[in-house]
């Protein structure tokens, strides 16, 4: 049994030649890739196969990480500049407006709301017209409570209809 064990582990060691063609590279590299201790040794000129693998693919995931680290403010910039040419877009193509827009929009909706009640309001009898006004007035601020938290929730990039439970006292 104990030789079968040996024979396995034999037979998963390979040459700096093989190990060079396993992963695309020369035999050179898989001599520094041990040297640099991504990858064992296991006697002269062997290399287990686990290791070869493993350690390869950690050198590459270290080289990409340093790659992306020296790339940073350049990355952050073109980053930088894609967004802006993607929000210009949007508000060129209607699907972006500014805050200010719509909250003038919200404001104009309102106010024609309070304009018309008041209108119905004023050919009703005095006792009906103050019970209409006090219920219409906690509507309107109702309204305005919940526009209010809308326009904060657009503000902050949050999605305002995620609570779409009315704002009832």
Same mark, same amino acid.
């Given at each position: 049994?104990?030789?079968?064990?040996?024979?396995? $582990?034999?037979?998963?060691?390979? @040459?700096?030649?093989? =190990?060079?063609?396993?992963?695309?590279?020369? !035999?050179?590299?898989?001599?520094?890739?041990?040297?640099?201790?991504?990858?064992?040794?296991?006697?002269?000129?062997?290399? !287990?196969?686990?290791?070869? @693998?493993?350690?390869?693919?950690?050198?590459?995931?270290?080289?990409?990480?340093?790659?992306?680290?020296?790339?940073?403010?350049?990355?952050?910039?073109? $980053? *930088?500049? $894609?967004? #802006?040419? #993607?929000?210009?877009? $949007?508000?060129?193509?209607?699907?972006?407006?500014?805050?200010?827009?719509?909250? *003038?929009?919200?404001?104009?909706?309102?106010? @024609?709301?309070?304009?018309?009640?008041?209108?119905?309001?004023?050919?009703? !009898?005095?006792?009906?017209?103050?019970?209409? #006004?006090?219920?219409?007035?906690?509507?309107?601020?109702?309204?305005?409570?919940?526009?209010s938290r809308a326009i904060a929730d657009l503000k902050a990039?949050?999605?305002?209809?995620?609570? =779409?439970?009315?704002?009832?006292?």
């Amino acid at each position: 049994m104990q030789r079968n064990k040996s024979d396995a $582990a034999e037979r998963s060691l390979l @040459t700096a030649e093989v =190990a060079a063609r396993l992963v695309g590279v020369s !035999p050179r590299m898989i001599r520094k890739l041990a040297d640099s201790g991504h990858i064992q040794r296991a006697g002269r000129g062997k290399y !287990p196969f686990v290791s070869v @693998t493993q350690g390869y693919i950690r050198y590459l995931e270290e080289r990409r990480a340093a790659a992306v680290a020296r790339a940073g403010p350049e990355n952050a910039l073109a $980053a *930088a500049k $894609a967004r #802006e040419v #993607e929000l210009r877009t $949007a508000r060129d193509e209607g699907r972006l407006v500014d805050m200010e827009d719509v909250e *003038a929009v919200v404001a104009r909706i309102r106010k @024609t709301i309070a304009s018309e009640f008041a209108g119905i309001f004023a050919n009703l !009898p005095l006792d009906i017209r103050v019970r209409a #006004e006090a219920g219409v007035a906690g509507a309107l601020s109702r309204l305005d409570r919940g526009t209010s938290r809308a326009i904060a929730d657009l503000k902050a990039g949050r999605d305002p209809l995620a609570d =779409a439970s009315p704002d009832i006292d």
